[in-house]
């Protein structure tokens, strides 16, 4: 008995215990505009990827290529595109759908470009179309009737960086490339880069 006393007693201070440097490691969360630009240390961040998303969408959709694709098609085909491989060749990790999901954004309310779903949803759409067995014959899709895109947009992001002896600053480059290619010629109709340099030394 005085064994398991001792062995209740002493798993009931070690949570003590452990309560007690929770608290003390606890964080303290201030909440802040999503769009301040907020850097904790030189590594891609989002106000990275927003500045390349505003770089990026206003060119991307004042360029010729629209007018071009709609003037080839009889002047009311609006050109389809769909979002494909955006390559991190960096050492950093880096969600590059932080500034594509809003470049299909830009193109969407833009009225002036079709978007095509990426592959992944394509598939889970493929899936329920072909799910008919429990289905109303009335509201069953047809198949093959998806939209062959007519451009595929894509794109890296490279990086550079420096130490400076001792390590008392180091400068981080970033260079984002987007390109809009034709998918039946593979021309290149639009590319853009845009380009980060953050410095940051020890205090």
Not at 16 to 21: D, F, P, Q, S, T
Not at 114 to 143: G, H, S, W
């Amino acid at each position: 008995m005085n064994r398991v006393l001792k062995s209740t007693t002493l798993v009931a201070l070690s949570a003590a215990a452990l309560m007690a440097v929770g608290c003390q490691q606890g964080w303290q969360v201030q909440r802040t505009d999503p769009r301040q630009p907020v850097d904790l240390d030189y590594r891609f961040n989002d106000e990275d990827a927003r500045q390349i998303f505003h770089e990026m969408a206003g060119d991307m959709l004042s360029r010729p290529w629209i007018e071009s694709h709609m003037r080839a098609h009889g002047g009311d085909q609006r050109p389809i595109v769909y979002l494909a491989t955006v390559r991190n060749n960096t050492q950093d990790y880096i969600p590059t759908e932080l500034f594509t999901n809003q470049l299909e954004e830009a193109m969407l309310n833009s009225g002036r470009v079709r978007v095509k779903a990426e592959r992944d949803a394509r598939a889970d759409i493929r899936d329920e179309r072909l799910d008919t067995r429990y289905n109303d014959p009335a509201t069953v899709k047809a198949v093959a009737k998806e939209l062959n895109a007519d451009f595929a947009l894509m794109g890296s992001i490279t990086d550079v960086k420096q130490q400076a002896p001792g390590g008392a600053a180091i400068m981080n480059y970033y260079q984002a490339r987007m390109e809009l290619i034709n998918v039946e010629t593979a021309e290149k109709v639009w590319t853009r880069v845009s380009e980060i340099k953050k410095v940051a030394s020890r205090r």
